[in-house]
């Protein structure tokens, strides 16, 4: 945003209620992907106040309890009953953010149109890769290797909730590293 000419920052909840004037000339107040608390409570009640808009800024189908509970999510169902109970209602609890919001932010138009399906309005914003994604790459690729034989692997998941992704490869990559 800040690229594009639009004055943008972040800053975690907590600092913004210490804060709440901090954002009284905002037209919009994004919150990612937290789950409901007092902070995240009274931040959308000053954006209301004020007339603020909000939005809720989500990558995954992690706001809906019901599919956390299925066992749908690879991470969730690999997990301890009681681990998953936690996980269940840190799920409610983001849910509750997400419905608090004038609309979502989703990464994928599977999630807008689940969202839209259930009355609410989202966004699609794909995932994308930036600027500084591709400076962190040139710099690695360009470190010198101990010898032509040395291969250099990397993944960057955003969560636990990425894990299913690494899974579609990792026999490919188990391969790899055998030869």
Same mark, same amino acid.
């Given at each position: 945003?800040?690229?594009?000419?639009?004055?943008?920052?972040?800053?975690?909840? %907590?600092?913004?209620?210490?804060?709440?004037?901090?954002?009284?000339?905002?037209?919009?107040?994004?919150?990612?992907?937290?789950?409901?608390?007092?902070?995240?409570?009274?931040?959308?009640?000053?954006?209301? %106040?004020?007339?603020?808009?909000?939005?809720?800024?989500? *990558? *995954?189908?992690?706001?809906?309890?019901?599919?956390? *509970?299925?066992?749908?999510?690879?991470?969730?169902?690999?997990?301890?009953?009681? %681990?998953?109970?936690?996980?269940?209602?840190?799920?409610?609890?983001?849910?509750?953010?997400?419905?608090?919001?004038?609309?979502?932010?989703?990464?994928?138009?599977?999630?807008? *149109?689940?969202?839209?399906?259930?009355?609410?309005?989202?966004?699609?914003?794909?995932?994308?890769?930036?600027?500084?994604?591709?400076?962190?790459?040139?710099?690695?690729?360009?470190?010198?290797?101990?010898?032509?034989?040395?291969?250099?692997?990397?993944?960057?998941?955003?969560?636990?909730?990425?894990?299913?992704?690494?899974?579609?490869?990792?026999?490919?990559?188990?391969?790899?590293? %055998?030869?």
């Amino acid at each position: 945003l800040n690229n594009a000419g639009d004055k943008a920052w972040w800053s975690g909840s %907590e600092s913004v209620v210490a804060q709440i004037r901090s954002i009284h000339n905002a037209r919009l107040v994004v919150i990612h992907r937290c789950q409901w608390n007092e902070n995240i409570a009274a931040i959308f009640k000053y954006c209301r %106040e004020h007339g603020i808009s909000t939005a809720f800024d989500v *990558d *995954d189908i992690v706001f809906e309890p019901g599919f956390v *509970d299925s066992g749908d999510i690879y991470f969730v169902a690999k997990m301890a009953p009681g %681990e998953k109970r936690k996980w269940l209602a840190k799920s409610e609890a983001i849910r509750k953010s997400l419905l608090a919001a004038n609309f979502c932010i989703v990464s994928t138009q599977a999630l807008a *149109d689940h969202l839209l399906h259930q009355g609410r309005q989202a966004v699609c914003i794909p995932n994308g890769f930036s600027r500084e994604n591709l400076a962190i790459s040139d710099h690695w690729r360009r470190q010198p290797r101990p010898d032509a034989n040395t291969y250099r692997l990397g993944y960057a998941s955003g969560s636990g909730t990425h894990a299913a992704d690494f899974a579609v490869i990792a026999e490919a990559i188990a391969a790899f590293l %055998e030869r």
